[in-house]
């Protein structure tokens, strides 16, 4: 029996696979980088033991490290949760080969299911190894990637050599393996994968469906179970193809086998199926929640069982209801999915599971996936998990950088979405319409009459009106200045009628209806419920200028490339390529603001940048 578990990853999943092990009375083992020193995965743990340095590669990615770890910890298995070195053979059978229990598929399992290209082959599949016109349009793949790294859609002939190029530049640098394939690339398709989990006796289940077709950068943001709108006989072959690849491999514990479902295609010639396999993760995954949800399983549990050797029933437990899962990012969608960095000052969802590796008052770092928590809600019916799911984000207290939270709650409620029309091309289409930011006109009033609660200009109530009070506020960018006044009946604005204020709370009137702002506020930063603002000084900063055409770093990160032979004096088109920028496992690409003359030039491989950092200055062509 397994009586200590080390998690060789960090963040949500280490706080979700601790919460089992504590249920289980197993003891929890934690590592962490310097970086993530005060993060809630280090601190829940009963043992936690430091990785130096802050990279990935210097860190979670340093399986000696991991092993040494587990073993000076006095841990007896090893989860790797996933990402990082969850699908890495040679990590597999070094903790194998110290002694400890592997909590995963067997090393050579992970090996022949690894590559892509040998994965495809397999199931009696072969990539493309010619590329005409007719096969437009394709998909360039990382064929050990994953997270949609190493991973491009090639429209034009023309374009394929380049795409190639970087998609090898971007494999290598973040799976150390620049291997890439060419597969067709389906365009209104759905992603849909199934869920297995095999013993060690032959036994294997096919846990149902998954639905994870809203996705942006070919990474998911929205994952539900079972998938909608699919066929019992499509549904029968998916799983029978699951089943297979599991066989194939001799696969024990759990892992996902995914494919692109066509919207109306011919039968794949191989499987029979209106479906084209694409992968097998051989590992937990993100969404794992929705499955747990609908099977009422707990599959860390059932991983860990599998693990210490014990057999599955004969056959899986029956799916109910339905559950949809959203991942809650700090990024700015509108803004080119910029990943945001900062203090989580609060982070509360009501009525739905929420897993997360943050607590109230964390730092958002800039070194891993932007990734906040995973809210997942499950009902009876899928139309009521939507609508749960969508409240309670609508209602959540997300108080800190910028996050995807309204783009969820819209894609939610979303006709395509409630009516499982959708499919991975969703926000290319939606994205503008779901992404524009819609602040509250009475957040900025609402905000001043709560910082001027308990206060009076004059010490003192006059009978005399007092002259208006103003206050400034940025709303999206936009600067805001709304008025007020201190009278005997207490704070008053034009246009509404004001019934309470408080340092936490006002509640206005506004045209017949009763409002209430909750406010919060952490130095300059004020939220007036799902609303963000900055307090502005009275007077602006006549030096907070920048020169014209100035292109700032977006987010804190590393420059991985620059456009070939840039230098200063280079004459650049608006919109071309000029730097790359690399944050929180995604890759960035920076462009010229404007035609015209570079008459600076900052940026260099390698490069450590912060948000805000000049990176080059571009002079308009007149």
């Known amino acids: 029996m397994i009586k200590s578990v080390l998690v060789a990853n960090r963040g949500e999943i280490a706080c979700r696979v601790f919460r089992t092990c504590r249920e289980s009375g197993i003891r929890t083992v934690a590592v962490y980088s310097d970086a993530d020193e005060n993060a809630l995965h280090a601190r829940v743990a009963d043992a936690a033991v430091r990785l130096p340095g802050a990279a990935p590669s210097e860190t979670y990615l340093r399986g000696e490290l991991i092993v040494k770890a587990a073993l000076s910890a006095g841990?007896?298995?090893?989860?790797?949760?996933?990402?990082?070195?969850?699908?890495?053979?040679?990590?597999?059978?070094?903790?194998?080969?110290?002694?400890?229990?592997?909590?995963?598929?067997?090393?050579?399992?992970?090996?022949?299911?690894?590559?892509?290209?040998?994965?495809?082959e397999l199931m009696g599949l072969a990539p493309l190894t010619e590329v005409k016109e007719d096969d437009l349009p394709v998909l360039v793949k990382a064929a050990a990637g994953g997270g949609g790294r190493g991973m491009r859609v090639v429209h034009r002939l023309a374009d394929l050599d380049g795409e190639l190029a970087a998609a090898r530049a971007e494999a290598l640098s973040a799976f150390g393996d620049g291997e890439v394939f060419v597969e067709p690339y389906v365009e209104g398709g759905r992603h849909v994968e199934v869920q297995i989990l095999a013993d060690a006796h032959g036994t294997v289940w096919a846990l149902g469906t998954r639905d994870c077709s809203l996705q942006r950068r070919h990474q998911k943001v929205i994952e539900e179970a079972p998938a909608p709108g699919l066929t019992s006989e499509l549904t029968d072959s998916l799983y029978a193809m699951a089943v297979r690849a599991a066989r194939a491999v001799d696969y024990v514990g759990a892992g996902t086998v995914e494919f692109l479902v066509a919207d109306d295609p011919a039968a794949d010639p191989v499987t029979g199926a209106k479906a084209h396999f694409l992968e097998m993760n051989t590992r937990l995954q993100v969404e794992h929640p929705v499955t747990e949800a609908v099977f009422g399983i707990d599959l860390v549990a059932l991983q860990i069982r599998v693990a210490e050797g014990i057999p599955l029933e004969k056959d899986p437990p029956r799916a109910r209801g339905h559950a949809i899962e959203a991942r809650l990012y700090a990024e700015d969608p509108a803004g080119g999915w910029t990943p945001q960095t900062g203090t989580l000052h609060r982070l509360t969802v009501p009525e739905v599971r929420l897993d997360t590796g943050y607590s109230d008052g964390d730092e958002?770092?800039?070194?891993?996936?932007?990734?906040?928590?995973?809210?997942?809600?499950?009902?009876?019916?899928?139309?009521?998990?939507?609508?749960?799911?969508?409240?309670?984000?609508?209602?959540?207290?997300?108080?800190?950088?910028?996050?995807?939270?309204?783009?969820?709650?819209?894609?939610?409620?979303?006709?395509?979405?409630?009516?499982?029309?959708?499919?991975?091309?969703?926000?290319?289409?939606?994205?503008?319409?779901?992404?524009?930011?819609?602040?509250?006109?009475?957040?900025?009033?609402?905000?001043?009459?709560?910082?001027?609660?308990?206060?009076?200009?004059?010490?003192?109530?006059?009978?005399?009106?007092?002259?208006?009070?103003?206050?400034?506020?940025?709303?999206?960018?936009?600067?805001?200045?709304?008025?007020?006044?201190?009278?005997?009946?207490?704070?008053?604005?034009?246009?509404?009628?004001?019934?309470?204020?408080?340092?936490?709370?006002?509640?206005?009137?506004?045209?017949?209806?009763?409002?209430?702002?909750?406010?919060?506020?952490?130095?300059?930063?004020?939220?007036?419920?799902?609303?963000?603002?900055?307090?502005?000084?009275?007077?602006?900063?006549?030096?907070?200028?920048?020169?014209?055409?100035?292109?700032?770093?977006?987010?804190?990160?590393?420059?991985?490339?620059?456009?070939?032979?840039?230098?200063?004096?280079?004459?650049?088109?608006?919109?071309?390529?000029?730097?790359?920028?690399?944050?929180?496992?995604?890759?960035?690409?920076?462009?010229?603001?404007?035609?015209?003359?570079?008459?600076?030039?900052?940026?260099?491989?390698?490069?450590?940048?912060?948000?805000?950092?000049?990176?080059?200055?571009?002079?308009?062509?007149?």
């Open 75 to 120: 841990a007896d298995a090893v989860h790797p949760g996933y990402g990082f070195l969850s699908e890495n053979a040679d990590f597999a059978r070094a903790v194998l080969d110290a002694g400890l229990v592997w909590i995963g598929p067997p090393p050579e399992t992970i090996e022949a299911m690894a590559s892509k290209t040998r994965a495809k």
């Open 364 to 622: 958002i770092g800039v070194h891993y996936d932007p990734m906040l928590a995973k809210a997942v809600a499950y009902a009876p019916t899928r139309a009521e998990a939507l609508r749960k799911l969508a409240g309670a984000l609508e209602k959540a207290a997300i108080h800190g950088p910028v996050t995807n939270r309204d783009l969820l709650v819209r894609s939610l409620r979303h006709p395509e979405f409630a009516t499982a029309r959708m499919d991975t091309g969703f926000y290319d289409r939606h994205l503008t319409e779901l992404a524009t930011p819609t602040p509250d006109p009475y957040a900025p009033l609402a905000a001043a009459l709560a910082d001027a609660h308990g206060r009076s200009r004059f010490g003192g109530w006059r009978n005399l009106p007092s002259q208006p009070q103003t206050k400034r506020y940025l709303m999206d960018g936009v600067e805001h200045e709304v008025h007020y006044r201190h009278a005997r009946e207490g704070l008053t604005a034009d246009g509404v009628r004001v019934l309470h204020t408080a340092a936490d709370l006002v509640v206005l009137e506004v045209a017949g209806v009763r409002r209430r702002f909750e406010v919060s506020r952490y130095g300059d930063e004020v939220h007036v419920n799902t609303t963000a603002l900055t307090a502005l000084p009275r007077f602006p900063d006549p030096t907070a200028q920048q020169e014209p055409g100035s292109l700032l770093a977006p987010m804190p990160g590393t420059v991985v490339r620059v456009a070939e032979g840039l230098t200063e004096g280079s004459l650049v088109r608006a919109g071309e390529p000029l730097i790359w920028l690399e944050a929180m496992k995604m890759e960035h690409k920076i462009s010229a603001p404007a035609s015209g003359t570079l008459t600076a030039f900052h940026a260099a491989p390698g490069q450590q940048v912060e948000v805000g950092a000049l990176l080059a200055v571009v002079q308009n062509v007149t």
